[in-house]
């Protein structure tokens, strides 16, 4: 079992910048992939960058540029720097971690508001 604690959403102004942190606790070993998704009313979950233990990092084309993952193995954390952001980034985000047995785990979300 993994635990994931999100936090740093909020609102912001269009332009502004957010980060979001993501600790995770519990069974941290089987932890392959960690990252973020996001989600809007209606719409499905869509990645938005993520990370693997080897360093390899995949975002979202609508962010590339703009934001940047990294993460923390030591902490077994996650962060998410965002810049320029727009009033599409708005959405619900959630942390993600991927075991090495294929094990989805998400964390509880965190509300990220973009004022034009």
């Known amino acids: 079992q993994v635990l994931l604690e999100e936090s740093g959403g909020g609102l912001v102004q269009a332009g502004g910048s957010l980060r979001l942190s993501c600790v995770a606790s519990?069974?941290?070993?089987?932890?392959?992939?960690m990252g973020w998704y996001r989600q809007t009313p209606g719409k499905q979950r869509e990645l938005v960058a993520q990370?693997?233990?080897?360093?390899?990092?995949h975002y979202a084309d609508s962010v590339k540029g703009r934001f940047a993952v990294s993460r923390d193995n030591a902490k077994t954390a996650v962060y998410l720097e965002m810049n320029s952001l727009k009033p599409e980034d708005t959405a619900v985000y959630f942390c993600?971690?991927?075991?090495?047995?294929?094990?989805?785990?998400w964390g509880q979300g965190t509300q990220v508001t973009v004022s034009s």
């Open positions: 519990g069974d941290i070993r089987t932890i392959n992939v």
């Open positions: 993600s971690t991927v075991t090495w047995a294929m094990t989805n785990y």
């Open positions: 990370i693997t233990s080897g360093g390899s990092i």
